[in-house]
């Protein structure tokens, strides 16, 4: 990787970085034909795409009794996965149910005013498969929604001639009440509208390809969803202490995970920026996904970034607005406080993404493409609804009663006006 100055960006080098493109526009589409399809067809139309896709010929739709099975297969061999796979649920069910609200009302001089929080009742969590199995992401998706006490937590997962036991087990150690072999486009259009197999969700959450984002992105409306994300990005914060073996080690991680991801780090020391570059050429030669990461480090918005200070380093950042911000740095909670753009923050040389991508406890379902500015990660309150509650004594009312009316009036609605007097004939 070349070192480049922050200063010396052109607009087109800026605009690179900081309108990151997930390619969904290219496969609109495409994707919805698929998505109408599902949305008429059914189960028909998921077992045809899923030979057409992912070259299977898909028997069961329904995998639930699979998932259980996979657990128990993995219990009974004492398989050392299960041990890390409920280890890593128990770190991200903690962190959650931290998350969890509670209700509350309180007394504002005769009006008893207050907030309440129910789950919504079926959600859908995607979770990725095809060339990679991701049982980290059944544990993310699945948790907070099984916290937040969702009545039913379905999973779609791509199909297999032999699905990945360990995802399967992950998903039901997380809690799923039902599992779903059906992948991509059609899965999102599966849980949105419903199958003759698969229970129509009220919310569609969880991380995908290009082709997932598109499907997200056209049925948002008739479903909720969590928000459209595109290739996975990093962006690492550092000063002239970090070790630039450790940094690059967080970027060539991340550049592992797509062709298309994002993998920037910014400093202030121009010899810590080398420095970072050479060990991220070194150390990509030595990993497994060379090919992708490669892609990933020559994406034009990847880079080691030199900055003329500290401050234009965060405002770099800032206006990034990275998934996983990592700050190394000798005062890494100032720099920390000037920050506001970021999905998760990793602080400190021994928080390596990785960390967080599967056992910390925190959620890996977060925003990218600068959506950090607008909304937060996957969470708790993701699959919750609010209402709010309020009871008026007649004083309070009488208190109230010439605003009320004075404002109804205004607004040309007399009968809104008169539902107060009334009470005071």
């Not at 121009?270 to 060990?279: E, G, K, N, S, Y």
């Amino acid at each position: 990787m070349d070192v480049r100055t922050v200063a010396d960006l052109s607009p087109a080098e800026r605009r690179a970085f900081f309108q990151r493109d997930a390619g969904v526009e290219g496969v609109r589409e495409d994707v919805r034909g698929i998505v109408e399809r599902v949305r008429e067809e059914g189960d028909v139309a998921v077992r045809e795409f899923a030979e057409e896709f992912d070259g299977v010929a898909v028997g069961n739709v329904d995998v639930t009794d699979e998932a259980e099975r996979a657990h128990d297969e993995l219990a009974d061999a004492d398989d050392p996965i299960l041990d890390a796979v409920r280890e890593a649920a128990a770190n991200i069910r903690e962190f959650h149910e931290r998350q969890r609200p509670e209700d509350w009302r309180d007394d504002f001089g005769g009006r008893e005013l207050g907030r309440r929080f129910r789950p919504i009742d079926r959600v859908g969590v995607y979770v990725p498969g095809g060339a990679a199995a991701y049982p980290s992401s059944a544990l993310m998706g699945v948790i907070p929604a099984v916290v937040a006490g969702v009545d039913h937590v379905a999973v779609a997962t791509p199909p297999a001639d032999e699905l990945n036991p360990v995802t399967l087990a992950a998903i039901h150690e997380a809690g799923a009440d039902a599992v779903y072999q059906v992948g991509g486009a059609q899965a999102i259009a599966a849980l949105a509208y419903g199958t003759e197999t698969v229970t129509r969700a009220q919310k569609v959450v969880g991380p995908g390809n290009k082709w997932v984002t598109a499907a997200k992105s056209i049925v948002q409306g008739d479903v909720e969803i969590d928000f459209l994300a595109g290739p996975s990005e990093v962006l690492v914060l550092a000063d002239e202490t970090a070790d630039p073996e450790l940094v690059a080690a967080d970027l060539v991680a991340q550049a592992e995970h797509d062709p298309n991801a994002s993998v920037v780090a910014v400093t202030a020391d121009a010899d810590l920026a080398d420095a970072v570059a050479d060990a991220v050429d070194a150390q990509a030669a030595e990993r497994e996904r060379e090919e992708t990461i490669r892609a990933a480090l020559d994406n034009d918005a990847s880079g080691v970034l030199h900055a003329r200070s500290m401050p234009e380093a965060v405002l770099f950042a800032e206006e990034y607005a990275a998934e996983h911000l990592s700050i190394v740095a000798d005062d890494d909670e100032a720099l920390l406080d000037r920050i506001t753009n970021a999905g998760s923050v990793f602080l400190g040389p021994y928080s390596p993404v990785a960390a967080g991508d599967y056992a910390a406890g925190t959620n890996h379902v977060l925003p990218t493409n600068g959506g950090a500015k607008r909304y937060g990660g996957l969470s708790v309150d993701t699959f919750l609804r609010s209402s709010t509650v309020q009871r008026l004594d007649r004083d309070a009312l009488d208190d109230l009663s010439e605003t009320i009316t004075s404002l109804a009036d205004a607004e040309g609605l007399e009968a809104h006006a008169e539902s107060v007097r009334k009470r005071f004939e």
